[in-house]
């Protein structure tokens, strides 16, 4: 499956950005999607994830209350909605698809990703 990322941008504290991931290739419901991102000098971390259904979701604590994950199988998207951003945020954040329905939260464990789209957080 192919996956483009889009939505990132610059943003004050305190302000929102919605991402989106569009999919095409292979049969979208099929796949967990999960939002992940990656601070300059840091490894990629767990942003979120939906379930293939989209009835279920997992967020990392230091986005809890604040982002939401969702999906438009109709679309073949995936969203971010991101509110109260902190520059702690800013980072280069990636969609990506897992096939198994573990609703993982290991980078590893996801077979296709997106290129990535910047947001940046000032304070």
């Known amino acids: 499956v192919q996956l483009q990322a889009s939505g990132g941008g610059l943003v004050q504290a305190g302000g929102s950005l919605r991402l989106s991931c569009a999919a095409s290739g292979r049969t979208f419901s099929d796949y967990d999607m999960g939002w992940f991102r990656q601070a300059p000098g840091k490894e990629r971390e767990f942003v979120a994830v939906?379930?293939?259904?989209?009835?279920?979701?997992r967020y990392a604590d230091s986005v809890k209350g604040r982002f939401t994950i969702s999906r438009g199988n109709a679309k073949n998207t995936v969203y971010l909605q991101m509110n109260s951003l902190k520059p702690e945020d800013t980072a280069v954040y990636y969609c990506?698809?897992?096939?198994?329905?573990?609703?993982?939260?290991?980078?590893?464990?996801?077979?296709?990703w997106g290129q990535g789209t910047l947001v940046t957080v000032s304070s």
């Open positions: 939906v379930s293939w259904s989209g009835g279920f979701t």
């Open positions: 990506a698809a897992d096939r198994s329905p573990a609703m993982t939260i290991y980078v590893n464990d996801y077979e296709y």
